[in-house]
């Protein structure tokens, strides 16, 4: 079994290496022996989990990168080779959404076609360019550095690539159209590239991670003041069977799983890992 789950000395590379979900996977997989490229548009953000990392022994490197940006990803494509000779493993964790690109109201409501109050968001008043920065952001800053540090593992005869979606991608959420059909997206895409790379060896699945509270929705979920759950946070804790949200730590084990010769025979697939979520209907 130790065999099967093995990550030392295996190059793992992740995007929003930084953040609260992928610096906990940055984390894990360098606490089982592989060496880490953390890879975030925020460098202070990448050089405080390269340092976590490095200060409990293992081995990472700290890279600033705009995901949507080629040239970025190509320098960083050098200076990981450079450092590591390799690359076995892709976390696309890179990903978010833009307050424009979200409405106020879970529902259309007759005010809507009337609405001028900036302070409310309706369908009607969506900002076409943040839906289109929220599409940009997810999916294709998925798609380039698959195309990009895909064609290393392309080369070498082999890896493993796996990509963010998000639950939002497998039940529609309220509020959140251009996130929802950018992660759905992501999720297609999966699919279409592990049967693209397949005869190269690489393998490349997604997870669908439910609700964790994370700097970027905290505060949607539970209230600034009391900590408690807002009216939001209190509907996805009612249909999340295991009645509670998250913890970064509970993605380790399916990641671990897909990245290494444990799933060698898994490819195109979507895990959800949301405490049940996607197989409640609510009643």
């Known amino acids: 079994m130790s065999r099967l789950f093995d990550v030392q000395g295996k190059t793992a590379v992740i995007t929003g290496g930084g953040g609260v979900l992928c610096g906990e996977l940055a984390r894990a997989l360098a606490g089982e022996g592989a060496r880490v490229a953390v890879l975030d548009y925020n460098a202070e953000a990448a050089r405080k989990v390269a340092g976590e990392i490095r200060e409990k022994g293992g081995t990472a490197l700290a890279v600033q990168v705009n995901v949507l940006e080629k040239e970025d990803l190509v320098s960083a494509k ?62 294709l800053g998925t798609f380039l550095p698959g195309k990009i540090l895909g064609e290393v593992m392309a080369a070498q005869g082999g890896g493993v690539i796996l990509n963010v979606s998000s639950m939002s991608a497998l039940r529609t959420l309220t509020k959140v159209p251009a996130y929802s059909a950018a992660k759905a997206a992501v999720s297609n895409f999966t699919q279409w590239l592990a049967v693209y790379f397949a005869p190269a060896g690489i393998r490349v699945n997604a997870i669908a991670p439910g609700f964790f509270l994370t700097e970027q929705n905290r505060f949607l979920l539970t209230d600034r003041e009391t900590g408690g759950l807002t009216e939001r946070g209190k509907k996805i804790i009612d249909h999340t069977p295991m009645g509670r949200f998250g913890n970064p730590e509970d993605l380790v084990g399916t990641v671990l799983w897909l990245v290494s010769d444990a799933s060698n025979f898994v490819t195109g697939i979507v895990v959800p890992v949301d405490g049940g979520f996607s197989a409640f209907s609510g009643v």
Do not use: M, W, Y
């Not at 879970?106 to 929220?134: G, I, K």
């Open 78 to 139: 050098e200076l990981i080779l450079k450092e590591f000779g390799k690359i076995d493993i892709l976390i696309n964790g890179a990903g978010g959404n833009h307050p424009q690109a979200t409405t106020t109201r879970e529902h259309f409501s007759r005010e809507d076609l009337e609405e001028v109050n900036s302070a409310v968001q309706t369908f009607f008043t969506l900002d076409p360019e943040a839906v289109q920065s929220v599409f940009n952001l997810n999916f």
